[in-house]
């Protein structure tokens, strides 16, 4: 009996620790971005958000994944080869529940910020098999001053959505990679899509499952990578009926 006890009490301990970790990174991540909360439209901004006529209505959120960005930007024509579908969904649903707002869309990317830094913390642990290891380098992610322009600007969104994304679709094939189970299969076929809907530097990922093999020395499972890769190409084509060839 006093065995058992003493497991409890260990096992309490732990998770208290736990929460109090993922507290930390959460309240980091707050604190370091407060001060732009209150900040205006600004630079880009103005061309995806504040005069964008296409996130003024959810009717139009089936076209923004036939049209590149900035499509509704009131007498310019877009230009760039930017086609990021979801960055465009967000703000039409940030502008359905608050407007034009800047604290909405504000507190949109610092959401982002802290979720992509939760599931970094989950993704490391799970790698390195070290709680502190992943716990100190989130701390260090979360408040680095590189992520600032990125955060801080209402029309960065589509780095940390599409990075969030592909912690969540990594974080998936990890579970597939076990077991082939259809659930995470499909799980990390529809983030990873997600993330390239996001942004185009998504496309990256099969790389880095690679890489992620080489290091640790892992046997690939064809079914499994190929339908990542298999993803990649759907997405091209997609891209390429949108801009007419895959600029």
């Known amino acids: 009996m006093g065995e058992k006890t003493n497991m409890r009490i260990v096992t309490r301990q732990e998770k208290t620790v736990s929460l109090l970790q993922l507290a930390l990174i959460i309240v980091l991540g707050f604190v370091v971005y407060a001060n732009v909360l209150n900040g205006r439209f600004i630079w880009d901004d103005d061309l995806y958000i ?40 967000v703000y039409t649903l940030g502008y359905a529940l608050w407007g034009l707002n800047p604290l ?45 322009e990125v955060i801080a600007n209402m029309s960065g969104t589509a780095e940390p959505l599409s990075a969030l994304f592909l912690l969540l679709a990594f974080l998936s094939y990890l579970k597939a990679y076990v077991g082939l189970n259809t659930f995470s299969c499909v799980a990390t076929l529809f983030y990873f899509f997600a993330a390239l809907l996001s942004k185009e530097s998504a ?26 890769a298999a993803v990649c190409i759907f997405y091209l084509s997609m891209r390429s009926a949108v801009f007419g060839g895959l600029p």
């Open 203 to 228: 496309i990256v990922f099969p790389l880095v499952l690679l890489l992620y093999h080489y290091v640790f020395k892992k046997a690939v499972k064809p079914i499994l990578f190929f339908s990542v």
């Open 104 to 148: 909405g869309y504000h507190l949109v990317n610092v959401f982002l910020h802290i979720a992509v830094a939760l599931c970094l913390f989950r993704l490391l642990e799970k790698i390195f098999l070290d709680r502190t290891l992943a716990w100190l380098t989130v701390l260090v992610y979360v408040v680095h001053p590189a992520h600032a």
């Open 50 to 89: 504040k005069s964008n006529a296409h996130i003024r209505s959810l009717s139009f959120l089936p076209q923004h994944f036939s049209e590149r960005i900035g499509e509704g930007y009131v007498g310019v024509t877009p230009q760039g080869d930017f086609y990021r579908p979801l960055q465009m969904v």
